[in-house]
């Protein structure tokens, strides 16, 4: 009897203890999903903010490359642009042009341009330009300069230089928006600016 109930009591104590002990793992596994849960919503977040501003750097300043070219007409150095579409160019976009697509682009617009110049229209030398960059840029610009800081920092200063460049222009911050494409023209540019102070203060 005596040790029938012995069994019994260590039977019940072994339960206790292997339950408990799964317990304190179930609860240890919880709070660990929390916090990878937590962790992955705010990097994706941030990830997702870069990317967003990203875009909106490149299309802006694709958008500035071809006012310049239209109707725009500024005596800016808006070939920095080019640059600045190498360096904010999202990835996906980036390897396309950087692909056979970009070499077959930059082979056709060489071609027209030593064999047909007369049909090679003005308004095509920087785009061109800029698709040749893309494709013959080094490796070490390519996939090191461009994910990094220095990218970023030689993106902020292209953009600072050609908003202050286009307020002189203007005669002043409030010119700027007063004149005619004004709002667009000073919008691209700010564009340009906010994407590498957010991507600097995201990183």
Not at 164 to 169: G, K
Request: glycine share 6%; charged share 15%; net charge positive.
């Amino acid at each position: 009897m005596g040790r029938t109930l012995m069994q019994e009591y260590v039977a019940m104590k072994t339960d206790t203890i292997v339950s408990s002990l799964i317990d304190s793992d179930v609860n240890e596994l919880k709070l660990a999903a929390k916090k990878l849960f937590h962790d992955a919503t705010m990097l994706g977040s941030k990830g997702f903010g870069i990317s967003f501003f990203k875009w909106i750097a490149s299309f802006a300043a694709i958008y500035l490359l071809i006012l310049d070219s239209t109707n725009w007409r500024t005596n800016m150095l808006t070939a920095l642009l080019v640059p600045y579409i190498f360096f904010s160019f999202p990835k996906s976009l980036f390897n396309f042009f950087r692909g056979e697509v970009g070499k077959w682009i930059a082979f056709v617009a060489v071609v027209l341009r030593l064999f047909f110049p007369r049909h090679f229209p003005d308004w095509l030398e920087i785009p061109g330009s800029m698709i040749l960059i893309l494709i013959v840029a080094p490796n070490i610009f390519a996939l090191k300069l461009r994910n990094n800081w220095i990218g970023l920092a030689v993106d902020l200063l292209i953009g600072c230089y050609l908003l202050q460049e286009h307020i002189r222009a203007s005669g002043g911050f409030k010119n700027s928006f007063t004149q005619k494409h004004g709002i667009s023209n000073t919008l691209g540019i700010l564009l340009l600016i906010v994407y590498p102070i957010c991507a600097f203060i995201i990183h």
